[in-house]
């Protein structure tokens, strides 16, 4: 489209009930108001789902979406981002994955897809620039995602393709079940591959030949260098490239909040010396790799080569590594590695996963879980019997038909006090690591809008208003807006976290750098934005469109019925404390956690009785179509 630079202005709308694709042109004045990739995903949806929308029915819409930096010489511009309502929660799902498809989506001339109705037989969308067809995929049906991702490029004659792709868990609906690219990287969390497979859609394949026009190459350039410079010259950086996301390992347990056997335990440094970063580094990493743009190439593959766990794949991050190994007291490295390429080739989120087994074990080990469901005795840290279920899950066969509902459900199955075992809020577990003894973290993951999360938000990294005064500081960075745009008078780094958090996401960036190196600051965002594409916000446009972003997602539950008791902790992480462990005692006190929660909704705008954003603020977001669907 012309007239656009960064973002190419073009959105695809695929219908599979008429089995047609039409290029559209974006809405200029939504963009700006939620910058693109999560942002306007989540504007798409809230304006095109109704809150009775069956997950996995055909009039849910399936976004993919990428932002105006995406694709570009940014750093770590390797993002892109899938929304749909969750069939795992019943409530706003995306996920968030890197690699190179998306990058190759937007050189390819486009920003967001946009999909609705089921098709008669299984296919598969081809986005060769702008041709675009669907191919038939039932031969396709029932291959894993490496096989699916190698077929298709061999059937284009092209092994360069890039390739988005559900796996057999996909196809079975299993509520997690998530989307696959480039083999290794994965669109996990919230079940949007469930809802890709309720749509016989097996895959997206993407040719992008034509670029990302820049508006100031000069400006665009000097931007990239500068924080790219940031990234290389950070003292943790050597660390974070050679141990990526793992580094987390043994920080969180010597911080004693490993949420070892589903939250039975607080401390277990031989799991991190046996299962940790290093560990992994020594033992079974073959290379480095990195998704595109990215100057720290902080994933690697892996190679076992003997025994009964051999196997080879990439990644994995620490996640992975704790929902196969320390939620489920298993302190085997191999096995770890097999379930998490099984994972990737059966199209598994790996913390959904992982949670619903150690949810069975705990219900097992507790008497709570009826023998005539399982297949056999679950026992904690038997390396053969958690790679079986993960295989189990994903086929829906056996005890995996089970799991395959998740956590949550499985709890409401057994009934007789199990839902209480279980460690959810909204339906999601968020980071293993335990939030039991640090009351922001507890209330940025319970307040997060696709269910109790991690990555919606990073309050942990900013313990007090102290440090966080600080970071916003250098946020503004000199503007004449001042420190009060980001954390107000009385700072609240929930909410600047979380907000700070829709940005990024949305521009097409990836959030590790900017979590554990935290060179990454809204200056960076807004400069790489105004020179990418001559849209010129201040800096507190754009944290105001953030904030707009995490509001629409807010509105988008509310709808469906979530209220203030929604935004609690877990009930067992407020009766039962961390039993051992440097934070042994800990745990969440319900009088204070109301009393944070009620200065969280004054701070975010929302009545402290319904948890809905106010009248006031939304007006103040531009979201009057919001204010009528919840107050009149």
């Not at 629409?552 to 407020?574: L, S, V």
Request: aromatic share 8%; charged share 25%.
């Amino acid at each position: 489209m012309s007239g656009w630079s960064g973002w190419s202005g073009n959105q695809l709308e695929v219908d599979l009930d008429r089995e047609k694709a039409v290029v559209k042109e974006m809405d200029r004045s939504l963009v700006e108001g939620f910058i693109g990739g999560a942002g306007y995903n989540a504007k798409i949806l809230y304006d095109r789902v109704d809150p009775n929308t069956d997950p996995l029915g055909p009039d849910n819409v399936l976004c993919f979406g990428n932002g105006p930096l995406s694709g570009t010489p940014a750093p770590s511009s390797s993002r892109y981002t899938v929304t749909s309502k969750s069939p795992v929660t019943g409530i706003f799902g995306d996920s968030n994955s890197g690699g190179h498809w998306g990058p190759e989506l937007h050189n390819a001339g486009f920003d967001h897809v946009f999909i609705r109705g089921r098709a008669d037989k299984p296919v598969y969308l081809w986005i060769d620039d702008h041709d675009v067809e669907l191919r038939d995929a039932s031969e396709l049906w029932g291959l894993d995602t490496w096989e699916t991702t190698e077929a298709i490029q061999e059937d284009l004659g092209d092994p360069s393709v890039r390739v988005a792709c559900i796996g057999p868990a996909g196809e079975n609906l299993v509520k997690f079940a998530c989307v696959i690219s480039d083999m290794h990287r994965a669109a996990g969390r919230t079940g949007m591959g469930a809802v890709m497979g309720s749509k016989n859609l097996k895959a997206i394949a993407v040719r992008g030949t034509k670029g990302v026009e820049i508006a100031k190459p000069r400006e665009f350039m000097d931007a990239c260098n500068e924080l790219e410079e940031a990234i290389l010259n950070h003292p943790n950086y050597e660390t974070v490239s050679e141990l990526g996301t793992t580094i987390l390992q043994r920080i969180i347990d010597d911080a004693g909040v490993g949420g070892y056997r589903h939250y039975q335990d607080g401390q277990w440094p031989e799991w991190v010396e046996e299962c940790g970063g290093q560990a992994l580094l020594e033992n079974y990493v073959v290379r480095h790799k990195g998704c595109y743009g990215c100057p720290a190439s902080c994933s690697r593959y892996y190679h076992v080569k003997e025994g009964p766990y051999q196997t080879r794949g990439g990644g994995p991050e620490y996640e992975n590594v704790a929902a196969f190994g320390a939620e489920l007291g298993n302190i085997n490295l191999e096995s770890i590695l097999k379930c998490n390429t099984l994972s990737n080739k059966l199209g598994l989120d790996t913390m959904h996963t992982g949670h619903a087994i150690a949810v069975a074990m705990h219900l097992y080990q507790e008497d709570m879980l009826p023998e005539r469901m399982v297949d056999g005795e679950l026992e904690w840290g038997n390396p053969e019997l958690i790679v079986d279920l993960v295989r189990k899950t994903g086929l829906r066969d056996g005890f995996g038909d089970k799991l395959a509902l998740g956590a949550k459900k499985l709890g409401e199955i057994c009934g007789n006090g199990a839902q209480e075992l279980v460690v959810e809020t909204k339906g999601m577990r968020g980071s293993l690591a335990d939030i039991r003894s640090h009351l922001p973290w507890a209330l940025n993951q319970c307040t997060a809008t696709r269910g109790m999360d991690h990555l919606k938000g990073l309050s942990v990294a900013y313990p007090d208003s102290e440090v966080a005064l600080e970071a916003a500081d250098m946020e503004v960075s000199g503007e004449p807006e001042g420190v009060e745009v980001f954390l107000g008078k009385n700072p609240f780094h929930v909410v600047w976290s979380q907000n700070r958090h829709a940005i990024v996401d949305s521009t097409g960036l990836c959030k590790y750098e900017g979590i554990v190196m935290n060179p990454q600051r809204l200056k960076n965002f807004r400069d790489l934005i105004e020179a990418a594409t001559n849209w010129e916000p201040s800096l507190k446009e754009l944290y105001r469109a953030g904030e707009r972003i995490y509001n629409i997602e807010r509105a988008f539950n509310n709808r469906i019925g979530i209220t203030r008791e929604n935004d609690y902790p877990p009930k067992r992480f407020m009766k039962e404390p961390i039993p051992n462990g440097p934070a042994e005692g800990a745990k969440i006190d319900q009088k204070e956690y109301t009393k944070t929660l009620n200065k969280y909704y004054k701070h975010r705008g929302w009545d402290k009785k319904t948890g809905k954003p106010t009248k006031q603020k939304l007006k103040q977001l531009g979201l009057n179509q919001v204010i009528k669907d919840l107050y009149n």
